[in-house]
């Protein structure tokens, strides 16, 4: 790689000019939030009006949103600048351990683009009330209710039976989708963590009684597990509680996974040299767990986390298309969906486009995290990554001759 | 091996019926039950009691499941509150359609997930191994219920005679009710429903429901498939067989894909529990008469018996597959001993 002077040692520019382009973009669209939220909202014509009218909305998960969306635009350049920054050379041998990952993640083409789409969904989460034409729940023409198509009419992406614009509540729904993977898989995660980590470190009748629990658990089919909580409980919680019950549910439905692996990992890692140091050292259990074991079973969880949180919204959009999710009229992918199937040969838009942006949206994710798994953990993957890394000596050779 | 099988057996009967318990113990935690459905508000409240007794809904849930418990021994599920029919015959009406749907789905999922992953493997690196990843990719990230309802649209569209719902055609309900009609009057019909008929009716309905369910899990037997036979192709015999001159197509088909296909099947069992959820809502979208419809009607009605007995089919269906999986992992490597 060459050497990065004047205008490319600027963040972002650098990923732009030398740097993986793909990432390079999604930095830049990172960066440039606040002005994209500013042409977009003048160019609907929707940015003075959703600003003013924040606090009508309906449900408060959209109202937490929308305060939000005003952060968001400080906060995101700033982070994109950080991310974005140059970092100086190094040779090989004195990289840290997260320096290495960055690198090799920067190889995979597959994970720029998941990256893109990730940091893509975020924009349309946090922009939502800016790059919306609509509200979720604006009746454009109520008395005359009928099906608009794509591209007339003033509906970009045309409209549902109730005259909503499709458009509209599709980056609405990105906020209930995006939610509700991010927190479930969160939990899902933490709580695997702990229990893989207990099970792990402590073995015994400990690691019996938990990992027959996770037999249980695992030998419950999630859907069916689901379909009863949520079919039970949906009459019974408030309706604007129904995203926080979802979000329990899927969380505490989850974690068997992760709790496994962090096992396995943790029953290999407690053998290990420094584990016994930490011992010979009068260390608690604790601290041995918590600073030692823990921060080396990461990489693992943090792959299951990425891929969880695809899997967690094509859940969500499985339970909102059988009528269990969010309640009307907050939007959520799936529940568009099922709003189509019954116009499915009369209005095809109405099940195309949110069907497209759920796989567009688990697509992001799953590259993503398989471009983390590739990165984080090398062992794992085939013959294409042991090229890499004799590809990496030689790089790092060449440049010690030049 | 014989042991271990009826050992795991053994074992996985008081997990079906800590299913049973939980469920049941979750459902008493909401109020109401399903004599809300056939309950005229404007009954004596007397009367309600009475009926309610009769089906022992009177009783806390504990009692309930001992009672269902000392049935169950008998090989009694108990009555549905919802369809006044014996659980077992729903079931045994339901079962077999999801058995056919998830085991049409099963094949399926085999021979397009090896035969797409043998070929990207084989070409690594060409332009078809790279559409066939991001192809796969895509299918790997798809909903099931929109990919079955884009397939809807897309038949509809141009083939509009294709069935798109439900298992039975309609010349064959036709032909159903002219003989039950003839039946009823005590005559004679000369009206016949051929066995070759009606399989060709119910292969019809079977093609969109299979595709919509298999494809997901077919990309990922693919990825699966792709990275087995590349393991292999780096081995040592595979180099000697190509050395000592053995034609390319030989070395492929008897060198590598007996050793990379093998690992493949042990998946099969893993599968199970992504076939059941996904029937759930491919059964939901197509009007496949199985066990998933019966699975959402009986939640929606807070039909318990009829739930309950779902929910236990459908994990000894995922128990069974894992027991699959070891003994597939067995199978394909013997170094694996069970006993």
């Known amino acids: 790689m ?4 004047g205008v490319s040692r600027l963040p972002i520019v650098h990923q732009l000019v030398h740097g993986p382009r793909v990432i390079g973009v999604a930095l830049l669209l990172a960066f440039l939030m606040p002005p994209i939220a500013l042409v977009f909202g003048l160019v609907s014509g929707s940015l003075s009006r959703h600003i003013e009218a924040a606090r009508g909305f309906g449900s408060w998960i959209l109202d937490v949103w929308n305060v939000l969306a005003i952060k968001a635009l400080v906060v995101s350049p700033a982070v994109a600048i950080w991310l974005g920054w140059p970092k100086a050379k190094r040779p090989r041998e004195g990289k840290s351990q997260w320096t290495l990952v960055r690198e090799r993640f920067v190889r995979s083409p597959m994970a720029h683009w998941g990256l893109l789409g990730v940091v893509f969904l975020y924009l349309l989460l946090f922009l939502a009330p800016f790059l919306a034409p609509y509200g979720y729940d604006y009746l454009r023409d109520p008395a005359n209710l009928k099906l608009v198509g794509p591209l007339s009419d003033g509906y970009l992406l045309g409209s549902d039976q109730y005259s909503r614009d499709i458009y509209s509540r599709i980056i609405y729904g990105s906020r209930i989708s995006l939610t509700i993977g991010f927190v479930a898989v969160g939990l899902s995660v933490s709580l695997g963590l702990l229990l893989g980590l207990l099970a792990g470190f402590f073995g015994g009748w400990v690691d019996f009684t938990l990992m027959r629990f996770v037999d249980y658990l695992l030998s419950i089919p999630r859907l ?21 019950l979802m979000v329990v549910i899927l969380g505490i439905t989850g974690w068997m996974g992760t709790c496994r692996i962090v096992r396995s990992e943790v029953l290999s890692l407690k053998e290990r040299d420094f584990v016994q140091a930490g011992r010979a050292l009068g260390y608690s259990s604790t601290r041995i767990m918590l600073r030692h074991v823990a921060p080396n079973c990461l990489a693992p969880v943090i792959v299951a986390a990425t891929l969880g949180i695809g899997a967690t919204i094509l859940v969500e959009a499985s339970l909102s298309f059988l009528g269990l999710g969010v309640p009307e009229p907050v939007p959520s992918w799936g529940k568009m969906v099922a709003d189509g199937k019954e116009y499915i040969t009369k209005a095809w838009w109405m099940t195309v486009f949110p069907g497209f942006t759920i796989v567009a949206a688990v697509l992001a994710f799953n590259l993503l995290g398989d471009g983390l798994r590739d990165a984080l953990d090398p062992r794992s993957s085939g013959s294409k990554k042991i090229r890499i890394e004799e590809m990496d000596d030689e790089e790092t050779s060449s440049q010690e001759a030049a | 091996m014989f042991r271990y099988v009826v050992r795991r057996l053994l074992g996985a009967i008081p997990m079906v019926l800590l299913v049973a318990l939980g469920l049941r ?12 459905l056939w309950i005229n508000p404007d009954m004596p409240v007397d009367q309600i009691a009475k009926i309610r007794a009769d089906f022992g809904l009177d009783q806390p849930w504990y009692v309930q499941f001992w009672r269902w418990f000392l049935n169950v021994l008998q090989g009694d599920l108990g009555m549905s509150l919802a369809q006044f029919k014996p659980v077992t015959q729903i079931i045994g009406d339901a079962l077999p359609n999801t058995l056919l749907l998830s085991g ?4 399926v999922i085999f021979v397009v997930g090896m035969t797409i992953g043998v070929i990207s493997a084989i070409k690594q690196y060409s332009l078809t191994d790279n559409v066939l990843t ?5 299918l790997y990230s798809m909903p099931g219920f929109w990919l079955a309802l884009m397939l809807i649209l897309v ?11 439900g298992m039975v055609g309609n010349e064959i309900l036709d032909k159903v009710a002219a003989i039950e009609e003839a039946k009823l009057l005590g005559e004679t019909t000369d009206v016949r429903i051929g066995v070759f008929e009606k399989w060709i009716d119910t292969a019809q309905h079977l093609v969109m429901p299979v595709i919509a369910l298999g494809l997901a899990s077919a990309a990922s037997v693919a990825r699966y498939t792709r990275s087995s036979v590349l393991e292999v192709v780096r081995q040592d015999y595979v180099r000697t067989a190509r050395a000592k001159g053995v034609a390319e197509r030989k070395v492929i088909l008897r060198h590598v894909l007996r050793n990379a296909l093998l690992p493949v099947i042990t998946i099969l069992g893993l599968m199970m529990p992504f076939l059941v959820s996904g029937a759930v809502l491919i059964e939901y979208v197509f009007g496949w008469p199985g066990m998933g419809q019966e699975l959402v009607g009986s939640v929606t009605q807070r039909d318990t018996p009829l739930l309950v007995a779902c929910a236990m089919l459908l ?9 699959a999986a070891d003994l597939l992992y067995g199978f394909a490597d013997p170094r694996i001993r069970h006993d």
């Open chain 1, 2 to 5: 060459p050497e990065s002077r």
């Open chain 1, 224 to 244: 069916v597990l689901l379909l009863v909580v949520m079919a039970l409980f949906k009459d019974v919680v408030p309706a604007e509680f129904r995203v926080h």
């Open chain 2, 25 to 36: 113990a979750l459902m008493a935690l909401v109020p109401g039950d399903a004599s809300a």
């Open chain 2, 104 to 107: 049409a789905s099963m094949l």
């Open chain 2, 134 to 138: 991001v192809v796969s990719f895509f």
């Open chain 2, 155 to 165: 038949v509809s569209e141009l083939w509009p005679s294709w069935p798109s719902s």
């Open chain 2, 315 to 323: 994990s000894v269906m995922v128990i069974l597959g894992n027991l």
